[in-house]
T-cell receptor, first 115, second 108 residues
Framework: NAGVMQNPRHLVRRRGQEARLRCSPM?????VYWYRQLPEEGLKFMVY????????ESGMPKERFSAEFPKEGPSILRIQQVVRGDSAAYFC?????????????FGPGTRLTVT | AQRVTQPEKLLSVFKGAPVELKCNYS??????LFWYVQYSRQRLQLLLR??SRESIKGFTADLNKGETSFHLKKPFAQEEDSAMYYC??????????FGTGTRLTVIP
């Protein structure tokens, strides 16, 4: 089991462009979580998805950010019209179920740099 | 609102010395706390959780509700313990709230 995969590992975008971050959960996991880590800060929850459903998006910025987890394929975190403040590390985690005792397994992260 | 505070950004100890990484939390509900670790060039992984009350790699952490703390301790630090440590609070069934992390360096 390769674990949670994220790509790309590094992404550079100019202001105003779109950023697409991909996350493939561990085999057998149907729950995906996205977190953002700004410089000098802890990881902040953004969104929780199950296949074809957004369950909790309370941590998502109201504009420009969206997430999906289609029936087939990876989960996608999409940031439209990126700004410098979007520069951060974005982590994806997956679990086979919800809550305890289901541990969240983390991917290596995608580091987004907006120039 | 929830808060997780890790007051030390950096902590250095000598090999064989005791180590304590501090974590304080603020949460109105019943807290569930975790310690995550990230070794160099590796991904974030769960180290231990308070409900299991186990010792992992010699580390223990006790939830003190009176002091709202969940400090991570190890009596004798090893060089391989050098890593970034994050305290996390489960704030719902779905998500974790992380502290800013403490970078532990064990000096040989």
């Amino acid at each position: 089991n390769a674990g949670v995969m994220q790509n790309p590992r590094h992404l550079v975008r100019r202001r105003g462009q779109e950023a697409r971050l991909r996350c493939s959960p561990m085999k057998g996991h149907s729950h995906v979580y996205w977190y953002r880590q700004l410089p000098e800060e802890g990881l902040k929850f953004m969104v929780y998805l199950q296949k074809e459903n957004i369950i909790d998006e309370s941590g998502m910025p109201k504009e420009r950010f969206s997430a999906e987890f289609p029936k087939e394929g990876p989960s996608i975190l999409r940031i439209q019209q990126v700004v410098r403040g979007d520069s951060a590390a974005y982590f994806c985690a997956s679990s086979p179920g919800q809550g305890d005792p289901y541990e969240q397994y983390f991917g290596p992260g995608t580091r987004l740099t907006v120039t | 609102a929830q808060r997780v505070t890790q007051p030390e950004k950096l902590l250095s100890v000598f090999k064989g010395a005791p180590v304590e990484l501090k974590c304080n939390y603020s949460y109105s509900g019943s807290p569930e706390l975790f310690w995550y670790v990230q070794y160099s060039r590796q991904r974030l992984q769960l180290l231990l959780r308070h409900i299991s009350r186990e010792s992992i790699k010699g580390f223990t952490a006790d939830l003190n509700k009176g002091e709202t703390s969940f400090h991570l301790k190890k009596p004798f630090a090893q060089e391989e313990d050098s890593a970034m440590y994050y305290c996390a609070l489960r704030t719902g069934a779905n998500n974790l709230f992380f502290g800013t992390g403490t970078r532990l360096t064990v000096i040989p």
